[in-house]
């Protein structure tokens, strides 16, 4: 009898090679939200490590000079420079050479220096700085500029970004709607670097643990509300149209700001939202600040990340802390001012 071999057929069928197919996107999908949060763990990181060297740099700042930085902002129309606190602390993380080139008897925005040996700041502010940004921002390569400087300049000056901020007070409008501690005075500036003085460490009174030096206040000139962009068209260095914050650039003293807080979608101000419902108050939009007319130098910012669930905050002993979004904002304000002698710590906000 003669023997027939039979060759099976080598591969899949249909049904397998679906069954795969489907198997392969279920790993997928499952795989993929984490390696997202890994990313953004270490992009968080990586930004409360900026901080941190922010606060090393303020300290060693602090000890060289006998105070801290401060932003200062001279009101009114006047020819007189404006110059941030970020901008001293050049030297404490190996900037000396940008240092030494900026032009400090001019605003930030000046077009020419007054010396050979130095270089224009419009020039020299475009400069990147990877400690000012935050590594979750979006659209890292946006700038930041000021049509209306007080210098006499008519150019736009552009310049880099920063994704961090002083928080210079608490705003009386929102110490009005009762959110807040009732604060003697009217605009007192009571956070640890308040603008056009030489703020010590040894006034902050409350505790270098207990107080806030320096905020997220992420992904300005352009106006944040949650997680959706107000005006996603509009370029950052057009500053004739459109919604925008007022401050973004590391080289501006308007970066910093006062606690205001915002509703929770948002979308106005004053409110009991402190973090991550809005990254400030819209300048394109209001052409009448409610705190101060018009809006000069004035930072228009508020306490803003585009971390899940809140944001990392420097306090003055340099520690750094992720506060959560949810926070009650009566006991953030007491971590703003320097000497109310309020009863709160950062573990109080972080949980």
């Not at 505790?207 to 320096?214: E, Y």
């Not at 000139?221 to 949650?226: G, I, S, T, Y």
């Not at 971390?307 to 905050?313: D, K, L, S």
Request: proline share 7%.
């Amino acid at each position: 009898m003669r023997c027939v071999r039979v060759r099976s057929k080598l591969g899949f069928t249909l049904v397998e090679l679906l069954v795969v197919i489907a198997i392969i996107g279920v790993l997928v999908g499952l795989l993929l939200p984490a390696v997202q949060a890994a990313r953004e763990a270490s992009r968080r990181n990586s930004c409360e490590n900026n901080l941190h060297q922010i606060g090393v740099a303020l300290h060693n700042f602090n000890d060289a000079n006998g105070h801290l930085p401060s932003n200062l902002r001279p009101p009114g129309q006047t020819t007189a420079p404006r110059v941030a606190w970020a901008t001293f602390l050049l030297p404490f993380f190996e900037q000396q050479g940008l240092y030494d080139k900026y032009d400090q008897t001019q605003n930030w925005s000046a077009a020419a220096a007054v010396s050979p040996y130095l270089i224009a700041n419009s020039v020299l502010v475009g400069t990147r700085l990877s400690i000012y940004e935050c590594p979750s921002s979006p659209n890292p390569d946006r700038l930041d500029n000021d049509p209306q400087t007080q210098d006499g300049n008519t150019n736009l000056a552009i310049c880099a970004p920063t994704d961090y901020g002083s928080i210079t007070h608490v705003e009386r409008t929102l110490i009005n709607t009762g959110l807040t501690d009732p604060y003697a005075g009217t605009g007192v500036m009571n956070g640890a670097m308040p603008k056009n003085t030489k703020p010590r460490l040894n006034d902050i009174t409350d505790g270098l643990s207990n107080t806030i030096l320096v905020a997220e206040s992420a992904g300005k000139p352009a106006l944040w509300e949650k997680r959706v962009r107000i005006d996603p068209l509009k370029v950052e260095t057009d500053e004739t149209t459109g919604h925008k914050v007022n401050g973004g650039g590391w080289c501006r003293p308007a970066s910093d700001f006062s606690l205001n807080g915002s509703t929770w979608d948002g979308t106005s101000q004053p409110g009991p939202c402190a973090i991550n419902c809005t990254n400030g108050h819209d300048v394109g939009a209001d052409t009448t600040y409610p705190f101060e007319a018009p809006y000069g130098s004035n930072g228009t910012g508020e306490t803003y990340s585009f971390h899940p669930a809140g944001a990392n905050i420097l306090f003055a002993d340099s520690s750094v802390h992720f506060i959560q979004e949810k926070v009650n904002i009566q006991l953030y304000a007491r971590l703003v001012t320097r000497d109310q002698s309020e009863q709160v710590s950062p573990g109080d906000l972080e949980r």
